[in-house]
């Protein structure tokens, strides 16, 4: 087996696109429309690179390729004077698939080696990892024309066929605690790079995963979803100024399918948030569910039609990711099997029956049964798609030179918003910690469950935007804008992983993390600055240049000072627990770290604190999820289009030649354009859930770093496109 190469490798992205068009006049009433599209691409995910504390080789890297195909079918139609019809029909497969780099499979492997770590082998989410979507959409629009009233009914219908494919470690996973125990892990007698391997070399850990379907290399589910709409709305001119649209939608959500049974489950007790007792059913998804969906929006001119308002107010019906509903069919303890053998100390004999093989295949047992200690990922019975009530206020006013200005104020409101929780902490027990903080004295009501995590229903989140926009063409060749907004986003969780645990997990909290606690969303950005600038030079009929430069100023990055070390709130997590900040050296129970005195690890925290731009304003406080900004980011990115224009015969052609420089303030000077973040997100180490200790090495230096990654850097990209 190749590793691959550490360094200078290559990182590829390859598009393929292709689109043919029917446009089909019928007669003076009925015209019909059908399109095929198709887009193969791949794009190479490599973590290879080594620092001072790890290397990782090309070949753990997987492309991710996608093979998405869709047909589209429209006719519009016109009956009479004041009656039109809008027929739509499409339907889209989109399969995303993972490929192991390299072309050769070796398990996933990592080799501890004196505070070195070496990683290579094939990823473990690489080999058998694919997901496919099947979607048919029906709908059809009626709309008539009465007096100053456009009528518009309709109905729509989807039909949603998912498969996924996928099982963590289905090519083995090794951990060895140096590189003399991997080397003579070889048979006795084989020539290694350091000598002749004694045999006598034993795996610290030995994992791999399987579906109980045996001629499955990972877990296939197959959820189906559907999803029938009704809708009625009528927009009705007022007069020539003033216009009023309103409506209501219905929809129907509706699993088709179910998971499979685990009865074990079945007879299990489950918590609520509270302590609350509840039971699942592995083999129930939530039933069918209706949608109400209103809304109203207005427009009025005034002053000659130089001054606008606009707005509207209305409840809107969304999805999550169908993946977090697929993890019930695939995450029940009757799907899969697991061969996980640990040996970190060196005393379990079983291992030897798991020397490292590039093919683990043999190892697989042949009458699997399903794991005795499993999670769950669990959807409440009462779940329902996510719906916003959101309310937007504008105004827009035409100044004298042609220049507009705008403003605008939005403001949402979760009505269904998704978050996890786990039903398998024991609420009713609990004890204080550290500074007050709720402490969980069970992590696993039901001991062979790890957890069970319920994906459910929460209202409390919110965000609201005020933006101001000015635009100006000074001439027919010369255009420009500038644009501000300010926002803030709070949510109860940001569903940022699409593995349950993981998604549970980040979420960063204090104490009890089942309950729905109002935080900064991750995707809320404090404030966005942008502008833009551009000529037109028309030289002749045939050709024109076409020079614009865009530039971005955001506040956006989020993170969360968390705990590294033990689990401090009991919830079998030590990824999860919010650091609190303490005020005076009293706060915090510190202890010697090796040679590091308490009170030279106090002196260090407490600059580091005051240092800190947000931790400074929350001493005496835990930190918030998501509440540390990084430091604002400025881009600046130039665009060229060069156009020719020619006739063939009495048919228009194009041929269009584009030039651009992203990050142009990156190339212009190496310390502009340059994003940041924090040099480590758990500047306190917990010890215990009590006690704490910190590295002063890393809290003496500055709180943020750059980033090297090519998102810091200038690009450039070159392109041609041929229109007929």
Do not use: C
């Amino acid at each position: 087996y190749n590793v691959g190469r550490y360094e200078g490798y290559d990182q590829n992205t390859d598009s393929d696109k292709f689109l043919i068009k029917l446009d089909w006049n019928i007669n003076d009433n009925h015209k019909a429309t059908v399109r095929y599209s198709q887009l193969t691409s791949s794009i190479s995910q490599v973590d290879a690179g080594f620092n001072n504390t790890q290397v990782s080789f090309e070949n753990f890297g997987w492309s991710r390729n996608l093979d998405t195909k869709s047909i589209v079918g429209e006719l519009n139609s016109t009956f009479g004077d004041n009656v039109t019809n809008r027929f739509f029909i499409s339907y889209n497969s989109q399969p995303e698939f993972r490929v192991p780099q390299g072309g050769q499979l070796a398990p996933f492997t990592q080799i501890n080696d004196d505070g070195l770590r070496y990683t290579f082998g094939t990823h473990p989410a690489a080999l058998g990892n694919r997901v496919t979507q099947k979607v048919l959409q029906i709908q059809n629009d009626l709309t008539w024309f009465k007096n100053n009233h456009k009528f518009t009914t309709g109905i729509s219908y989807e039909r949603m066929n998912f498969s996924n494919q996928f099982t963590l470690f289905n090519n083995g996973f090794y951990i060895f605690n140096s590189l003399e125990s991997f080397y003579n892990n070889s048979p006795a007698g084989t020539t290694t790079p350091t000598g002749t391997s004694t045999g006598e070399g034993q795996p610290a850990l030995f994992q791999y995963g399987y579906p109980l379907d045996s001629s499955q290399i990972s877990t296939l589910t197959e959820p189906q979803f559907s999803q029938l709409g009704f809708y009625i709305q009528d927009e009705v001119n007022i007069n020539e100024n003033f216009k009023l649209t309103a409506g209501v939608r219905f929809d129907i959500t509706s699993f088709i399918n179910n998971p499979m049974m685990n009865s074990d489950v079945a007879a299990l007790q489950f918590e609520d948030a509270v302590g609350n007792p509840e039971t699942f059913d592995t083999s129930q998804l939530p039933g069918a569910k209706l949608l109400v969906s209103p809304r109203v929006g207005f427009n009025y001119r005034l002053l000659d039609r130089k001054f606008q308002i606009r707005g509207g107010t209305g409840i809107f019906t969304g999805r999550i990711p169908f993946v977090y509903i697929e993890k019930q069919f695939s995450q029940n303890g009757v799907v899969e099997g697991l061969t996980s053998v640990a040996n970190f100390d060196g005393a379990n004999p079983n291992i030897a029956n798991f020397p490292y093989v590039t093919d683990v295949t043999p190892y697989r047992p042949t009458n699997a049964a399903g794991l005795t200690s499993y999670s769950l990922a669990l959807v409440d019975p009462d779940f329902k798609m996510p719906q916003v009530w959101r309310t937007d206020l504008g105004l827009d006013y035409k100044f004298a030179g042609n220049i507009i200005a705008s403003t605008e104020f939005i403001y949402s409101k979760d009505i269904n918003a998704a978050y996890y929780r786990n039903a398998n902490l024991d609420h009713t027990d609990a004890g204080t910690g550290a500074n007050g903080q709720f402490v969980f004295s069970d992590n696993r009501i039901n001991d062979n469950i790890a957890g069970a995590y319920v994906l459910d229903n929460t209202n409390k989140g919110y965000a609201y935007s005020i933006t101001g926009k000015l635009e100006k063409e000074f001439t027919e060749n010369w255009s420009a804008s500038i644009a501000y907004s300010f926002n803030e986003a709070k949510n109860v969780s940001d569903l940022d992983n699409t593995t349950p645990a993981n998604a549970y997990d980040g979420r960063p909290t204090v104490g009890n993390g089942d309950l729905e606690v109002l935080s900064n969303s991750l995707y809320g950005p404090r404030y966005n600055f942008i502008g833009s600038l551009a000529y037109l030079a028309d030289w002749a009929d045939w050709t024109t240049s076409t020079f614009s430069f865009f530039f971005k100023g955001s506040r956006d990055a989020r993170y969360s000072y968390t705990y590294s070390g033990s689990d401090v709130n009991g919830d079998g997590s030590n990824r999860n627990d919010l650091i609190f900040v303490p005020e005076t050296q009293a706060d915090i129970n510190l202890v010697q770290n090796g040679d590091i005195t308490v009170d030279e690890q106090w002196l260090a925290l407490d600059r580091f604190i005051e240092n800190s731009e947000y931790l400074s304003d929350r001493r005496g406080d835990f930190a918030e999820r998501n509440g540390v900004i990084a430091p604002s980011y400025f881009q600046l990115d130039f665009k060229f289009l060069q156009d020719f224009n020619f006739n063939v015969g009495s048919k228009k052609h194009n041929l269009q030649f584009s030039w651009d420089i992203i990050n142009l303030t990156n190339l212009i000077n190496s310390d502009w354009g340059i994003i940041q973040l924090p040099r480590s997100t758990n500047p306190i180490q917990a010890v215990s859930a009590t006690t704490f200790a910190v590295n002063p090495a890393i809290l003496n230096e500055p709180e943020f770093v750059n980033v090297t990654s090519e998102i810091s850097r200038w690009r450039m990209q070159l392109g041609l496109k041929y229109s007929f």
